[in-house]
């Protein structure tokens, strides 16, 4: 993926456009600051990042702006672990047990429909 910069520090999503109960999102993680010399010799910040855009449903009951942002902010974690896997929170190996348990479920649930 690559970088993108700026000198401005990046929020961590720019809300491109909403269309069918749909927020189009450039999300962005890994924000890096660094100095940079400029041609006439000074100095200036400059920020790198990895950007992407995703797409997020919106709730029916998501019906003002306050209302979408408390919502977005609520996704913060989940939408920049899909641009930056590194920085997802790991999760626990019970996590993976859980869903072995629960396809094993629907087996048993498909061989009691079988019976029947």
């Known amino acids: ?7 401005v520090n990046p929020d961590w999503y720019f809300l491109r456009k909403i269309e069918h109960s749909n927020a189009y999102l450039r ?3 890994n ?4 100095q940079v ?8 910040t400059e920020y790198e990042y990895d950007e992407q855009e995703i797409v997020v449903p919106i709730p029916e009951e ?10 977005i902010d609520t996704k913060e974690a989940e939408c920049v672990a ?3 896997p590194s920085s997802a929170p790991e999760q626990p190996e019970e ?3 859980n869903i072995r348990k629960i396809k094993d479920i629907n087996k048993i649930r498909e061989k009691f ?3 029947k």
């Open 62 to 71: 998501v019906i003002t702006v306050e209302q979408f942002k408390a919502f």
């Open 31 to 34: 924000v890096i600051e660094k």
């Open 37 to 44: 010399e400029a041609a006439d010799g000074k100095t200036r």
């Open 27 to 29: 999300v962005r993680a």
């Open 1 to 7: 993926m690559p970088k993108a910069t700026s000198p």
């Open 82 to 84: 899909m641009v930056s």
């Open 95 to 97: 996590v993976d047990n």
């Open 113 to 115: 429909k079988e019976l």
